[in-house]
């Protein structure tokens, strides 16, 4: 299932939002113009399990802290379709989490979000030498936001026909709450599946997709419910 747009009017105008997608594609620019110092780039910047869990940097050596590689895997994207799945998700359910929780907020919860994604992805590949990167778990983490603020909204939806065995798509619209949801538990599945070998060779970081998605999630009920707690303390 391929999102094309979502049914989702919003207020104010996503600043935050479209500087982050400004932000990765700008990177991924830079990361074309290295040629073959793309992989020495992507193990200098991507975030790799072993160095956050034994607190020490392996070469090329940064000359920050290891630890914020954590952040700055988050802009970094291997390819094309890799940085264009991405920026399609961030620019169709972004918008509107933004909306929801304002700006500066927005912007928190984002980096937030891939934070605990990162840190899901370490917990279950501490020893991992391979380097992470990409922001799809900080979007997974607007993925979850989306679907407990939003599970109503209309997501149009380019799918397979099954009339056709796949060979054509058709357009349809989902609700958020089935798109979100299959789209979690393909992921959960798939973290599963891979569990064995997580770590050991490349490919999707599934496990970060759902620590991203589940931190979306606390994030927002911490959010609402002190603003419970502040109306119930002004009503006093």
């Given at each position: 299932m391929i999102p094309l747009k979502d049914e989702n009017p919003r207020r104010s105008f996503p600043i935050v939002n479209y500087v982050l997608i400004g932000i990765n594609i700008i990177i991924f620019f830079y990361e074309m113009s290295l040629g073959r110092g793309l992989n020495y780039f992507f193990l200098k910047y991507g975030l790799i399990p072993y160095e956050i869990t034994r607190f020490k940097?392996?070469?090329?050596?940064?000359?920050?802290?290891?630890?914020?590689?954590?952040?700055?895997?988050?802009?970094?994207?291997?390819?094309?379709?890799?940085?264009?799945?991405?920026?399609?998700?961030?620019?169709?359910?972004?918008?509107?989490?933004?909306?929801?929780?304002?700006?500066?907020?927005?912007?928190?919860?984002?980096?937030?979000?891939?934070?605990?994604?990162?840190?899901?992805?370490?917990?279950?590949?501490?020893?991992?030498?391979?380097?992470?990167?990409?922001?799809s778990g900080a979007i997974s983490g607007v993925l979850g936001a989306y679907v407990l603020l939003y599970p109503h909204a209309r997501v149009i939806t380019l799918i397979p026909d099954p009339f056709t065995f796949g060979l054509f798509y058709r357009l349809t619209k989902i609700p958020a709450l089935f798109f979100i949801g299959f789209?979690?538990?393909?992921?959960?599945?798939?973290?599963?599946?891979?569990?064995?070998?997580?770590?050991?060779?490349?490919?999707?970081a599934w496990w970060a997709h759902i620590g991203g998605f589940i931190t979306g999630i606390i994030l927002v009920l911490l959010y609402y419910s002190s603003l419970t707690g502040m109306r119930r303390y002004r009503r006093l």
């Open positions: 940097d392996l070469p090329p050596f940064v000359s920050h802290p290891v630890i914020l590689n954590i952040f700055t895997s988050m802009f970094l994207h291997g390819s094309f379709m890799h940085i264009a799945g991405n920026m399609l998700y961030l620019y169709i359910f972004g918008d509107n989490v933004e909306d929801a929780l304002g700006h500066i907020r927005y912007f928190f919860f984002y980096i937030l979000s891939g934070i605990g994604a990162a840190l899901a992805q370490i917990i279950i590949t501490p020893s991992s030498l391979i380097p992470n990167i990409g922001a789209w979690f538990i393909l992921q959960f599945f798939q973290g599963i599946l891979t569990l064995p070998y997580a770590g050991k060779t490349g490919g999707v």
